[in-house]
């Protein structure tokens, strides 16, 4: 063997070498980031693709093609809210002490309220420090439309948390909906004289011949507005995770006797959970279609950034600033964790909230990430995640009084120390009320402006930038929640450790499986003694088996 060969050889084996160590890279890389990074391709590739087409000028019908990739991604989402919130709140709370349950259902509001208060004072000193107000003009032709009162709104907020039908809350809420009536004040009738008065109008044969046209002259009518009950088509979020919840804590207090429901819940969250572990790689194809097409029924960019660019700017600027600094230096502050890593293992998540502009429908991705991911016990996700879905809209609030104040501003109204202070609280009791849904905050925005005197038609002046900021806020949401959880899981995590069984010599959980008997109280196993009890009091043999 000459020495070229042995040289050709070494080369050989190195470069081999690199190549499988740079494919196991490849490979493992792959399997923890890959879709992940097809999420992230996906959005850039939606962006690029929706302005690339505008410039075809697509026709209403040729959009609605265009986007039909993107529907289907949102409807397979919002298939899997309804059993996924009820399985997860039941059988999380089911499988908890009551005291611990308690305990982590005080931190979590308790946390959510704070987060949210802290997003609306960032806001709030953003937009009076930028004054994007002075920007924007005003439209003088634009129409407003008569919108709820705050009471109207409150009042719908509360009754949508008891909810008359359940299977009704599943795909519509109650909305209280303004009818106009006519109220005419009358006219004075003189006695012995007609109202009616005589004009003359030309003959349509001959326009030479004028003939007289009676008409009645009445003034305008008063028109005043009745409130009658109505409907929504959204899922009723809010009841349906009250209602849930209840059921969870009380089959935690009925023992064995609530068992087999528990475990049927417990079941059916795992089924939800491998559905959506097979839809997952759907979602990069469908955030495609689903971002290109908002770009490609969006107005001109270039007149929305003259008129909003700077409102835009503040927006987004409040959520970043809330979003990658003060929530993770709370997480710091709380766990002593890096807040970054933990974010690493929520992207794909905050991707589907950027795509979707839906905490709601995130929620099971959200999910599957702090299980997967970041190792969040599953009884306290359970528990946190749907709670946060419906109350914790900490991006909504920080827009809600940012969009007030900038509305003040293109009306040109001083707001003073207590109106500015009103709007902060309005605005974080108004996002508790906001559903889960895209454009929520808009209807929510009503109460936040009658609070304060400001006019509710000028809502229509943001509307233009409202769906690309509604993801940005979106996106604000769904990290709350998941740090929340991070949080609340250190907080608790003594209170979810697991405890040393007791020591019975009948009871034995291998006999009786189930999807987490870990969670299930000593008692509820006692099988056989049960057995023994009825046979000596009734004679009767029974065979009792888990289900």
């Not at 998540?349 to 429908?361: N, R």
């Not at 996700?381 to 879905?389: I, Y």
Request: one cysteine or more; proline letters at 5%.
């Amino acid at each position: 063997m000459t020495m070229w060969e042995r040289v050709r050889r070494a080369l050989l084996n190195s470069l081999s070498m690199t190549f499988l160590h740079v494919w196991k890279w490849v490979r493992a890389f792959w399997h923890k980031n890959g879709l992940l990074t097809l999420s992230m391709l996906s959005v850039a590739t939606g962006c690029l693709l929706g302005f690339l087409l505008r410039a075809l000028e697509m026709t209403e019908l040729e959009k609605q093609y265009f986007a039909f990739p993107g529907e289907l991604l949102m409807r397979m989402l919002k298939m899997l809210i309804l059993p996924l919130i009820t399985s997860s709140l039941m059988s999380g709370l089911a499988t908890m002490d009551s005291k611990a349950c308690g305990k982590m259902g005080v931190i979590t509001i308790t946390y959510y309220l704070w987060t949210t208060f802290m997003a609306v004072t960032v806001g709030i000193i953003l937009v009076v420090s930028i004054h994007p107000g002075a920007a924007a003009q005003k439209d003088d032709y634009s129409v407003g439309k008569v919108v709820l009162s705050s009471a109207d709104a409150l009042l719908d907020l509360i009754r949508n948390m008891f909810p008359s039908n359940l299977i009704e809350a599943s795909f519509q809420q109650y909305r209280s909906v303004l009818v106009p009536v006519v109220k005419s004040p009358g006219f004075p009738k003189i006695p012995g004289k007609s109202l009616s008065f005589i004009y003359f109008a030309p003959d349509d044969e001959n326009p030479e011949i004028h003939r007289p046209v009676f008409l009645e002259l009445t003034p305008s009518p008063e028109m005043t507005y009745r409130t009658l009950p109505g409907t929504s088509n959204e899922m009723n979020v809010l009841g349906i995770v009250i209602f849930s919840a209840t059921i969870g804590l009380l089959l935690g207090k009925m023992g064995e006797r609530g068992t087999p429901l528990v475990n049927v819940c417990q079941c059916l969250n795992e089924a939800v959970m491998k559905i959506v572990s097979m839809a997952v790689w759907y979602f990069p194809f469908g955030i495609v279609f689903l971002i290109a097409g908002k770009i490609l029924e969006m107005e001109d960019p270039s007149v929305i950034g003259q008129k909003l660019g700077l409102y835009a700017i503040t927006v987004v600027s409040g959520l970043a600033i809330h979003g990658l600094v003060l929530l993770p230096l709370l997480f710091a502050l709380i766990t002593k964790k890096n807040p970054f890593a933990f974010i690493q293992g929520i992207l794909q998540a905050l991707l589907i909230a950027l795509a979707t502009s839906s905490s709601s429908a995130t929620l099971p991705i959200t999910l599957k990430c702090l299980l997967e991911n970041n190792g969040i016990d599953r009884r306290v996700a359970r528990f946190v995640l749907p709670v946060g879905a419906t109350i914790n809209m900490d991006g909504t609030a920080l827009y809600e009084a940012v969009a007030a104040i900038f509305i003040a501003q293109v009306n040109e109204y001083d707001l003073d120390l207590g109106q500015i202070i009103t709007i902060s609280i309005t605005a974080t009791a108004a996002s508790i009320g906001a559903a889960g849904i895209p454009q929520s905050g808009l209807v929510t925005m009503v109460i936040v402006l009658t609070s304060v005197g400001l006019p509710t038609d000028d809502i229509t002046l943001i509307i233009a930038v409202d769906w690309a900021l509604d993801r940005f806020r979106t996106m604000t949401n769904v990290l709350g929640d998941a740090l929340a959880a991070g949080i609340i899981a250190h907080v608790c995590e003594k209170d979810f450790a697991p405890k040393p069984p007791t020591q019975d010599p009948v009871s034995n959980t291998d006999k009786f499986p189930s999807v987490e008997t870990s969670h299930l109280h000593p008692k509820d196993n006692v099988i056989e003694m049960i057995e023994e009890t009825l046979f000596d009091q009734t004679g009767v043999h029974y065979n009792i088996c888990q289900v």
